[in-house]
């Protein structure tokens, strides 16, 4: 039917790889070992490579850090690896000023690149106050373009749901909307600096959010000429078949609209497990511009059918298919038939899972669970296991579980519950974005975490 139109985006070089234009849709993932174990990083690195991922980020938590990117960079190199490494940076502009003359491309947060760490405090100010924030990023973020410009090196301009600063929610509220502006201030000043070595991500564990927040920002950008590379994620997406549905509906929308140049699917599973699904979401974008454009709705249920014997590539194709149609309200349920050998139970499961990944109905917990990166406190697919093994019996309750606090009380926004890492050993609890217990000690957590929930829906 050739529905499919891919958004014309300018190309931008990342190392040996080039991103937007007419270049492939790239494959990336993120490293989960601390960035001062340069082996460790090195090997995970290559088992990324070796499964087809593009590009690799490392988290650079400080200058340390950031000057052992050097060191990852060379020994990959000196083993014949090219691919370009992408710093992780939030909280401290210097950590970017650092990386950036080591690494290929660097990440930073809008949210806490200059603005203070989020307090979700309600904050006034006049238009005069406001652009003297403006002023301030601008002060602090064109060093570090000019940084990037002398050293080659590409940037992310990087916004997360839940990292929007006190500023941003104060004047825009914790939306789409908010996200967006997050974004266009940066990208103001990339313009008026004439830096265009810039991809954006916009992201969000609610795939309701990422697709709105997307999509707005598409026409912003338009609205103001500008066309860079968008690199598309479903931000804690989970793990398992649960992770692989909703990072589907989510960036498998966006893909079949001709939205993405550069994609990661992010799982709380061994990096190089996010590679492979990334791929077939990839892989199956042009085919389901057109199943999405031939769908039969009848009566507000859609109706899709498949042929599959594997079961992840009929999940993956499902979801990639329907997700649109119902996020955006021209289906109110779904029906999945399936001539290959999966059984009923999977087929309906399926159907379960993607009108959960859509928020259309809820028929189990919901698990907002990060991939993990050298941040991490705490083992990060045992915890997750545990925590679904306790709670599973909790239809609709929303729980996250973090590795960290650098998107934590920010990234549950959406979630009842959470589980976060406050340091080695030792576990935070929240019931929204309140902290109700801290530094509980991990062998304690799962059940004081069961315990605050079971006392919170009993009261």
């Not at 950031?66 to 090219?82: C, E, P, Q, V």
């Not at 194709?317 to 999966?342: E, H, R, V």
């Amino acid at each position: 039917m050739g529905v499919y139109k891919r958004r014309k985006t300018i190309p931008v070089r990342v190392g040996n790889t080039a991103i937007g234009g007419d270049n492939p849709i790239r494959l990336q993932s993120m490293t989960t070992t601390s960035t001062m174990d340069t082996t460790g990083c090195v090997e995970q690195a290559i088992r990324i490579i070796q499964a087809g991922g593009e590009l690799v980020r490392l988290t650079t938590q400080g200058t340390r850090e950031a000057l052992n990117m050097k060191n990852i960079s060379d020994a990959l190199k000196a083993r014949g690896y090219m691919t370009p490494l992408v710093a992780d940076v939030h909280f401290n502009p210097a950590v970017a000023d650092v990386a950036a003359q080591y690494v290929e491309k660097v990440r930073i947060n809008p949210g806490n690149y200059v603005d203070p760490a989020r307090t979700f405090r309600h904050l006034e100010y006049s238009d005069e106050e406001y652009a003297a924030e403006i002023q301030r990023i601008r002060d602090r973020f064109i060093p570090f373009l000019n940084i990037c410009r002398e050293h080659g090196t590409a940037i992310r301009i990087g916004v997360n749901h839940g990292s929007l600063s006190d500023r941003i929610m104060s004047r825009y509220g914790n939306t789409p909307a908010g996200m967006v502006e997050s974004c266009m201030e940066f990208l103001r000043i990339c313009i008026q600096e004439k830096f265009m070595n810039v991809v954006i991500s916009i992201k969000a564990s609610n795939t309701v959010v990422m697709i709105e927040t997307v999509r707005l920002l598409v026409q912003r950008m338009d609205a103001e000429n500008m066309a860079f590379p968008i690199h598309l994620g479903v931000t804690e997406a989970g793990e398992g078949e649960d992770g692989r549905i909703k990072s589907a509906v989510g960036i498998g929308a966006l893909l079949a609209e001709g939205i993405g140049d550069t994609i990661r699917v992010s799982l709380s599973e061994a990096p190089e497990r996010e590679i492979p699904v990334a791929r077939k979401l990839v892989d199956y974008a042009q085919l389901s511009a057109d199943v999405r454009a031939s769908a039969l709705i009848e009566d507000g249920v859609l109706k899709l059918a498949y042929s599959e014997n594997n079961l992840e590539d009929f999940q993956l194709k499902a979801a990639m298919d329907a997700g649109a149609l119902l996020i955006d309200g021209k289906a109110k349920d779904l029906k999945l038939a399936n001539s290959g050998s999966l059984t009923e139970k999977q087929i309906h499961d399926t159907e379960d899972a993607i009108l959960q990944a859509a928020r259309i109905r809820f028929s189990k917990p919901e698990y907002i669970s990060c991939p993990g990166c050298g941040r991490t406190l705490y083992n990060l697919e045992d915890t997750i296991a545990r925590i679904k093994a306790a709670t599973g019996h909790l239809k609709g309750v929303k729980i996250a579980i973090m590795g960290c606090i650098v998107n934590g009380p920010g990234e549950m926004a959406d979630a009842d519950f959470g589980y976060v890492g406050a340091g080695r050993g030792k576990i935070s609890l929240y019931r929204g974005k309140e902290c109700i217990e801290k530094n509980i000690l991990e062998e304690n957590a799962v059940e004081r975490l069961l315990q605050l929930i079971e006392n919170t829906l009993n009261n």
